[in-house]
C-alpha cells in the first residue's frame, strides 16, 4: 500500500489500482468461500435432475392415456366395448332420452336385495358390532372408499352394492390383510390401482369391519366371524406381497 | 476526523486549478458527475412511474393506461422499484460514498476514468435490463427482476464503481478511523457479496423450494440495511458534527452501534416469511434479529438524537438545507428501527401480514432515511464539485416541502392503511369487498402524494442541471460557502 516513491519511476501497476485489485480478489475470495459451501450443501444436481425427469415421464405417460382414452376405442377387461369420452359426450348431448336414463340411474337407487352367495338367510349383525365396524372403517378405509362406500371413480373402486364385497368373505379378508393389485372391475368400471393391505388390525377388527361393510350401504351379505378371518390369515400367513387380480381370477 | 479540507495541504496545490476548491475535489469531479446526474435522471423516470403506478392503483378500471401492454402494472411497479433502488439510490451513493471517503481519507483519485467506465456500464445494464422489462421478460423475485447476464454485468459494474471508497479507506494516511468509514466500507463489501450470492442461490444454480424464498427475504433485508442504510448512516455521522461544529454525543458507543448493526441487520430479512410455510426456527431468527436490532438503533438514536438535541442544533438544523434534510432522515432511521422491530414479532406481525404496511415500511427506510439524506448531502457536495451557487433558493424550499410532505403522506397511507386494512382482515365478520373499499380510500392520498415527490424531485432537478449547467457555461466564480 505504500506510495511509490517519485525517484522510483513509474511502477508497473499504480498504487490506487494495486489496493483495488487487492481488495476486489478478497471480495472474491469471500464469495468463492460462501458459494462453494453452498454448492457443498446443496442436494446433489443429478438426483434433482433424475427428480425432474421421472416427473416429466410421468406426466407425459398420464397426458398419452388420458389422449387414448379421450379419442380412441378400447376394449375392457371384461370384453365390453368402451367408446371415447368424446363421441360419449356428443351422443349423450344429441339425445334427451340418455340424458333422462343418467338421470335417473344417477337417483338413489332401490335398494335391491343382492342374493348372498354363500350363505343362508340373511341375518342382521348386532349392532355392537356395526358400532365396532364403523369404527375401524372411519379409521383405515374411509379415505379411499369414502363415506358412502362409493370410492371415487375411476381411481378407488365402490364397496356399495359390490358382489366380491357381500360374497364369499375369504377375498376381502385376503384384500384386507395382504392388499390387492391389478385391474379390477367393478359394476362396468374397471379400475387398475392398488389398494394397500391394512396394517394393525386385529382378527376382531377385519370381522367387525367386514360385517359393517357387508350390512352397510345397500349391502346385504352375512356377518363375518372372527374365526374366517384367523382361518384366512393363517392360511396366507407366509404371503408378503399383496394379491394380484390375476392370480385370484378377478376381471 | 470533522475538521474541515481547506487549511493548506503539504502537498501544495497547483496554481492553475480552480482557486477555491480542494484537488481531491476536483479530481473527483468528472466520475461524480456522472453519478450524479445519471441518478438525478433516473429519479425522475421512477418518479413519472411511480404517479402512473398510483393511478392504476387507485382506479378499478385499471386507470388512463390499461391499453397499453407495456404499462401494465406488473411491469411498471418492477422497472420502477428497480429504477429508484438501482438507478437512482446506487448511483446517488457511490458518488456520495466516493465523495465522503475521499474527504476523510485525503484520497487523490487518479483514476477516475475507472469509475466512469463503471457508471457507464451500471447504468447501460441498467437501461437493457428495464428495456427488458418493459418487454415482458423478469423474474418473478423483487429486486432480482433483470436477467441473470444482467446482474452479472451490475456487479462487475459495482466493482469498478464502487470499490474506490474502500480503495480511499485503504490508503488512508493515518490509522485513525471515523463512524463514516466504518459504514461505506461495510456497506461497499456488502453488495457485492450478497447481490452475487442471491442470484447464484435463486437465478443461476436455484436452490431447491422455500430456501429460495428465504434466500430472497435475505438478500432484500441485506440489500435495503446493510447497502442502503449503512451508505445512509454514513452521510448522517459525517455532516451532523461536520455542520453543527461539535462531536458526536456517546460517540464511545458507536462501534458497538455498528458492529451489532452489521450483525443483526443482516438476519432480519426472515422475518418477512412469518407464517410462510419455511422452518420455525427461520422465522424466528429474523424475530430476534429485528428485536436485537433494536440495539444498534438505540445506539445510533443516542449519537444522532444527542448532537442535534444539544445547545440549540435543532433549531440550527431547520436553518441549514443539508441540516434540514439530514436531520429529517436520521429522525426517521429511528422510527423504522422501532417499528422493524415492533413488528417482527409473530403477534403484531400477523396483523399487519398481507397489507401495505410493508411497503410503508421500506418507503420509510429507502426514502424518508436514505433519499433524504442524499438529498442533504447533494445540497453540500454539489457546489464543491461545481464551483457555484444552487440557483434558486425557492426551488430548494420547494424541493423540501414536496419531498418532506409527499413521504410524510405516503407513510401514513401505507402504514395506516395497512394497519387498518389489517385489523379488517382479523375481524372474520367483515366481508372482503369492506376491507377492499376501505383500503382503496388511501388511494387518492397516495396519488396526491406522488404527484408532490415529483414536483419536488423536478424542482430539485432544475436546480442541480442549472447549477451545473452554469458551472460548466460561465468561468467559475468560486465555491459556495
Redesign the interface.
Known amino acids: 500500500?505504500n506510495e511509490p516513491s517519485p525517484a522510483g519511476g513509474r511502477p508497473l501497476i499504480?498504487?490506487?489500482?494495486a489496493?483495488?485489485l487487492?481488495?476486489?480478489c478478497f471480495?472474491a475470495a469471500?464469495?468463492i468461500v460462501?458459494?462453494f459451501a453452498?454448492?457443498a450443501v446443496?442436494?446433489a444436481?443429478n438426483a434433482?435432475a433424475e427428480r425432474r425427469q421421472a416427473q416429466r415421464d410421468l406426466r407425459a405417460e398420464n397426458d398419452k392415456k388420458a389422449q387414448v382414452l379421450l379419442t380412441e376405442p378400447a376394449v375392457n377387461a371384461d370384453g365390453t366395448y368402451r367408446i371415447p369420452v368424446k363421441d360419449a359426450v356428443a351422443l349423450i348431448a344429441a339425445d334427451n332420452a340418455i340424458i333422462s336414463r343418467i338421470q335417473a340411474a344417477a337417483a338413489p337407487a332401490p335398494a335391491v336385495p343382492l342374493p348372498a352367495m354363500d350363505a343362508g338367510p340373511f341375518v342382521k349383525a348386532s349392532d355392537e358390532q356395526m358400532k365396532r365396524g364403523a369404527a375401524v372403517y372411519a379409521r383405515t378405509c374411509i379415505a379411499c372408499h369414502q363415506p358412502t362406500g362409493l370410492g371415487l371413480p375411476p381411481v378407488f373402486p365402490p364397496i356399495a352394492n359390490a358382489p366380491i364385497v357381500v360374497g364369499n368373505p375369504e377375498l376381502p379378508i385376503k384384500f384386507i390383510l395382504h392388499g390387492l393389485i391389478g385391474p379390477i372391475t367393478v359394476n362396468g368400471m374397471t379400475y387398475n390401482s392398488m389398494m394397500p393391505p391394512v396394517v394393525g388390525v386385529s382378527d376382531e377388527d377385519v370381522a367387525d369391519v367386514l360385517t359393517y361393510v357387508r350390512q352397510s350401504f345397500g349391502n346385504q351379505g352375512n356377518a363375518v366371524s372372527v374365526n374366517q378371518v384367523k382361518a384366512v390369515r393363517a392360511a396366507t400367513a407366509a404371503r408378503t406381497a399383496p394379491w394380484t387380480t390375476a392370480e385370484l381370477g378377478l376381471k | 476526523m470533522t475538521q474541515d479540507n481547506r487549511p493548506a495541504r503539504p502537498s501544495g496545490r497547483p496554481p492553475e486549478g480552480e482557486p477555491r476548491q480542494s484537488r481531491s475535489e476536483a479530481l473527483l469531479r468528472g466520475p461524480l458527475l456522472l453519478f450524479f446526474v445519471s441518478s438525478v435522471l433516473w429519479l425522475l423516470a421512477a418518479s413519472v412511474l411511480a404517479v402512473i403506478i398510483s393511478l392504476e392503483q387507485g382506479s378499478l378500471s385499471g386507470g388512463p393506461f390499461r391499453d397499453s401492454e407495456i404499462l401494465t402494472y406488473g411491469r411498471l411497479v418492477a422497472v420502477q422499484h428497480n429504477l429508484f433502488l438501482y438507478g437512482w439510490g446506487c448511483n446517488a451513493f457511490f458518488a456520495l460514498n466516493l465523495w465522503l471517503l475521499s474527504q476523510l481519507g485525503r484520497f487523490e483519485?487518479?483514476?477516475g476514468w475507472?469509475a466512469t467506465l463503471g457508471g457507464a456500464a451500471w447504468n447501460l445494464a441498467l437501461t437493457y435490463g428495464v428495456v427488458q422489462i418493459f418487454a415482458g421478460q423478469q423474474n418473478g423475485f423483487s429486486l432480482m427482476e433483470f436477467s441473470r447476464e444482467v446482474g452479472l454485468v451490475l456487479t462487475a459494474a459495482f466493482?469498478l464503481a464502487g470499490?474506490?471508497p474502500?480503495?480511499a479507506f485503504?490508503?488512508r494516511p493515518t490509522g485513525h478511523t471515523f463512524a463514516s468509514q466504518w459504514y461505506v466500507v461495510g456497506a461497499s463489501?456488502a453488495f457485492?457479496?450478497i447481490y452475487?450470492?442471491a442470484q447464484?442461490?435463486i437465478l443461476w444454480?436455484p436452490?431447491?423450494g422455500v430456501v429460495q424464498a428465504i434466500a430472497h427475504s435475505w438478500f432484500v433485508s441485506n440489500l435495503l440495511l446493510l447497502w442502503f442504510g449503512a451508505s445512509a448512516l454514513a452521510a448522517v455521522y459525517y455532516f451532523l458534527p461536520k455542520l453543527l461544529g461539535r462531536t458526536i454525543s456517546g460517540y464511545t458507543l458507536a462501534p458497538v452501534g455498528f458492529w451489532t448493526f452489521f450483525l443483526f441487520a443482516s438476519w432480519t430479512g426472515p422475518a418477512a416469511l412469518l407464517g410462510a410455510p419455511v422452518p420455525l426456527w427461520v422465522q424466528s431468527l429474523g424475530v430476534v434479529a429485528g428485536a436485537m436490532l433494536l440495539l444498534p438503533v438505540i445506539i445510533i438514536a443516542i449519537n444522532f438524537h444527542g448532537t442535534l438535541s444539544s445547545a440549540g442544533g435543532w433549531a440550527r438544523a431547520w436553518n441549514d438545507t443539508t441540516l434540514r434534510f439530514v436531520s429529517f432522515g436520521a429522525v426517521a432511521f429511528t422510527l423504522y428501527g422501532v417499528l422493524a422491530a415492533a413488528f417482527s414479532f409473530r403477534d403484531s406481525n400477523a396483523l399487519v401480514r398481507f397489507t401495505s404496511f410493508a411497503a410503508g415500511q421500506e418507503q420509510l427506510l429507502t426514502y424518508a432515511f436514505a433519499t433524504m439524506v442524499l438529498f442533504g448531502a447533494a445540497y453540500f457536495v454539489l457546489p464543491r464539485l461545481t464551483g457555484s451557487l444552487w440557483p434558486s433558493a425557492k426551488l430548494v424550499h420547494l424541493h423540501f416541502w414536496a419531498t418532506a410532505l409527499g413521504v410524510a403522506a405516503t407513510l401514513v397511507a401505507l402504514l395506516g392503511g395497512g394497519w387498518q386494512e389489517g385489523a379488517l382482515l382479523k375481524d372474520a365478520t367483515v366481508k372482503l369487498p369492506e376491507v377492499i373499499r376501505a383500503g382503496s380510500a388511501w388511494y387518492p392520498v397516495l396519488t396526491a402524494a406522488a404527484l408532490l415527490l415529483l414536483l419536488g424531485h423536478v424542482a430539485f432537478a432544475l436546480n442541480a442541471f442549472g447549477m451545473i449547467l452554469k458551472s460548466t457555461s460561465a468561468a467559475s466564480v468560486g465555491r459556495h460557502d
Not at chain 1, 14 to 17: C, F, H, N, S, V
Request: net charge positive.
Open positions: 500500500m499504480p498504487g490506487q489500482i489496493s483495488w487487492s481488495i476486489v471480495a469471500a464469495l460462501v458459494a453452498y454448492l446443496r442436494q444436481p434433482e | 483519485f487518479r483514476n475507472l466493482l470499490f474506490w474502500i480503495v485503504a490508503r463489501f457485492p457479496l452475487l450470492l447464484l442461490l444454480m436452490a431447491s
